[in-house]
């Protein structure tokens, strides 16, 4: 029978269930199947902690709506358990979300938790011979001081970690995930250590309407932050927008490369027996130092110019690529060989450890892997480092060459896939080597991307999608 009379209280409880019960939605119809980011992983947690924490509260609405003494004991129990559980996913939460960060030690958290839970347990255990409606309350107190407000600590914790790395993606995203932070930590003090119906002094309101508004700051501030994964889409689609138009680009481009190669060489060639002719001539008759100086001139130009052809040939050859099982470190110290005492004149430190294989055309990765190292060393200073990084991503392989050397200036950013772009000096760079890096990459159905140092010089990364059943983290 009720016997309480409709009161505000309940109808906060209500709104402050719902705020929950929306947050649950929202991550569940978000569609984050292709997402790379390592918060698609921990969000679900998130999603069965806003519905089971919104099910409780609705649970507690319903007891002060039909008076606590008319709910049986079962619906109690419901309600003691639905709240254990969302605390439970709410640490979960937040661990997921903090074993994706860097330099955190999270470990201790597998320990720390069921220990919590054990002693909520035993003190169920100790009190279970007059278990009644006072135990599971004592029971229901332990349980928001211990892992409740644990959970609280660590959601907003982990969150606050997250948003550093989401704001390189967007300010905006990072700045909501940052209040919704705030939310969770003020959510995990006034659910968590101020008992229930506790009237603040000089406001005069209830705990219950702090612990509304934490709920609600959560719910709004999170699915504001969820509006990550449009943005990863919608980056997504214009890198294969501008890919596609590369290639488009490039297929039209090695055309007219092979077309021109193949009209430098013929007269090249004619040159270069000329020039051999003359010199032929020369060695019998007497000629002056300054003949054969032009003589060495006119041929140091033929190499160039037959080398540009070459790579222009290189360039418009559209071979199929010879893919086999590889493992990418051993192609990396075959790189670093083949460059030989180059080598030695910079700080080369490689952090590679083993990865799943990738299907690859050796010869061809290692022209993108020359190319790049090459374009590192030429713009550090001799003795300058520059970092060799492997990783496995999810079901990619990353291969990361960082420098710190003078860099790339923003705009030019977006160019030095084109062919032909250079900044070197007329004679130093043909522009090709990152366009033909990036139709290799493309063959391998991977990619590559040039980015900015943090603290200056640049990073390319290699990334490869792993061999069919190989095994990634
Ligand atoms: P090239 O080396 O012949 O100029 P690439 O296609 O290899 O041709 O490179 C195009 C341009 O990209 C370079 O001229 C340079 O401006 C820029 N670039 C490539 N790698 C780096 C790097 N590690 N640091 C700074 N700039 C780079």
């Given at each position: 029978m009720p016997s309480q009379q409709f009161s505000p209280l309940v109808l906060l409880y209500f709104f402050y269930g719902l705020a929950f019960?929306?947050?649950?939605?929202?991550?569940?119809?978000?569609?984050?199947?292709?997402?790379?980011?390592?918060?698609?992983?921990?969000?679900?947690?998130l999603a069965v902690f806003g519905f089971s924490h919104g099910l409780h509260e609705w649970l507690v609405c319903y007891t002060l709506l039909m008076g606590r003494e008319f709910i049986s004991l079962p619906l109690h129990y419901l309600r003691f358990l639905t709240m254990v559980i969302s605390f439970l996913f709410l640490n979960h939460f937040g661990i997921c979300l903090l074993r994706s960060q860097p330099r955190i030690r999270w470990q201790w958290l597998r320990v720390l938790i069921?220990?919590?839970?054990?002693?909520?347990?035993?003190?169920?255990?100790?009190?279970?011979?007059?278990?009644?409606l006072e135990a599971?309350?004592?029971?229901?107190?332990?349980?928001?001081?211990?892992?409740?407000?644990?959970?609280?600590?660590?959601?907003?914790?982990?969150?606050?970690?997250?948003?550093?790395?989401?704001?390189?993606?967007n300010r905006q995203v990072a700045d909501n995930l940052r209040r919704a932070a705030i939310c969770f930590a003020l959510y995990a003090v006034v659910a968590g250590i101020v008992p229930s119906h506790f009237i603040f002094p000089f406001l005069g309101v209830p705990v219950e309407v702090l612990r509304g508004a934490a709920?609600?700051?959560?719910?709004?501030?999170?699915?504001?932050?969820?509006?990550?994964?449009?943005?990863?889409?919608?980056?997504?689609?214009?890198?294969?927008?501008r890919q596609l138009a590369q290639t488009e680009k490039l297929s039209a481009l090695g055309k007219l490369a092979a077309g021109i190669a193949h009209e430098i060489n013929n007269p090249l060639t004619n040159v270069s027996l000329n020039v051999e002719m003359l010199k032929q001539e020369l060695r019998d008759a007497p000629s002056s130092a300054d003949t054969e100086k032009r003589i060495s001139i006119i041929e140091r130009n033929i190499v160039r110019a037959s080398t540009i052809a070459r790579e222009l040939l290189d360039f418009a050859r559209q071979r199929e690529a010879n893919l086999q099982p590889t493992d990418l470190s051993t192609l990396i110290h075959s790189t670093l060989t083949l460059l030989g005492t180059r080598c030695h004149e910079y700080r080369i430190k490689s952090e590679l450890p083993d990865l799943p294989p990738v299907m690859a055309d050796h010869c061809k990765i290692e022209e993108v892997l020359l190319n790049v190292l090459l374009n590192a060393m030429e713009a550090s200073e001799p003795g300058g480092s520059i970092e060799l990084r492997s990783r496995a991503q999810g079901p990619e392989v990353l291969i990361e060459v960082i420098d710190h050397g003078h860099g790339i200036v923003a705009e030019d950013l977006d160019r030095v896939m084109e062919p032909f772009f250079t900044t070197k000096e007329v004679g130093e760079g043909t522009g090709l080597g990152l366009s033909i890096s990036h139709s290799i990459m493309e063959m391998h159905g991977g990619r590559i991307e040039l980015t900015h140092t943090a603290g200056g010089g640049a990073t390319v990364s290699l990334v490869f999608p792993a061999a069919q059943g190989a095994q990634h983290d």
């Open positions: 019960v929306c947050l649950g939605l929202s991550i569940a119809v978000k569609d984050m199947s292709e997402s790379k980011l390592q918060l698609a992983d921990s969000l679900p947690s069921p220990f919590l839970l054990l002693l909520l347990g035993m003190y169920l255990w100790l009190t279970q011979a007059h278990l009644g599971l309350r004592r029971a229901g107190m332990l349980a928001r001081l211990s892992i409740g407000v644990l959970g609280g600590i660590l959601a907003s914790f982990a969150l606050f970690r997250h948003s550093r790395l989401i704001s390189s993606l709920a609600v700051g959560i719910a709004y501030f999170m699915v504001r932050g969820l509006n990550i994964f449009n943005i990863e889409t919608r980056k997504k689609f214009e890198r294969q927008f």
